[in-house]
């Protein structure tokens, strides 16, 4: 099962940034929904039943507190052709359960990945030339009070994903 571990906005953060990048890119056709939504803390790729349960009864035992963040910072990849909208300067509560989930991850021979953490949230996939700047400025501030885990499944339509577990930040 593909699947990873990511902090979600809450529904009405959710739906101000969708209103925010509709407007702001009205011709980019990849924009991703609202539902979709979500910083990955750590992918976890394809992992098998004893690992997703090990994963979870691990993840029970995490403590950390909630924490608010501004998403305030877009910028384009070339090379995956993926607009985003991120934290200026994340906060360390952030990046804390960031580390923490990962380090449970390789603690369960699940290949986190070595790439240094870049907190995102994806805005629109596969868009061939770089969209303009907005010229509507972001400034979201979003407060997280839980994380999950979900699992990656691709159809017809696309990519969509299924929430399998939360736990609270407190």
């Avoid at 994380?147 to 994903?161: C, P, T």
């Amino acid at each position: 099962m593909r699947s990873f571990l990511s902090i979600t906005p809450d529904a009405d953060s959710a739906l101000a940034i969708e209103r925010w990048s509709s407007l702001c890119w009205p011709a980019v056709s990849r924009l991703v929904p609202a539902q979709n939504y979500h910083l990955t803390l750590v992918f976890l790729g394809e992992i098998n039943s004893e690992q997703l349960g090990t994963l979870q009864e691990m993840l029970d035992n995490v403590q950390h507190p909630s924490f608010e963040m501004s998403l305030n910072e877009v910028g384009y990849w070339p090379e995956s052709t993926t607009l985003w909208l991120a934290p200026g300067d994340a906060p360390e509560a952030l990046c804390d359960l960031a580390v923490k989930c990962k380090s449970i991850a390789n603690r369960l021979g699940i290949k986190a990945g070595k790439k240094r953490y870049h907190p995102h949230l994806t805005l629109a996939r596969k868009t061939k030339t770089p969209p303009a700047m907005p010229l509507i400025e972001a400034d979201f501030k979003v407060q997280f009070d839980s994380f999950q885990l979900y699992q990656s499944l691709l159809d017809s339509d696309g990519v969509r994903y299924k929430e399998l577990q939360s736990w609270a930040l407190t």
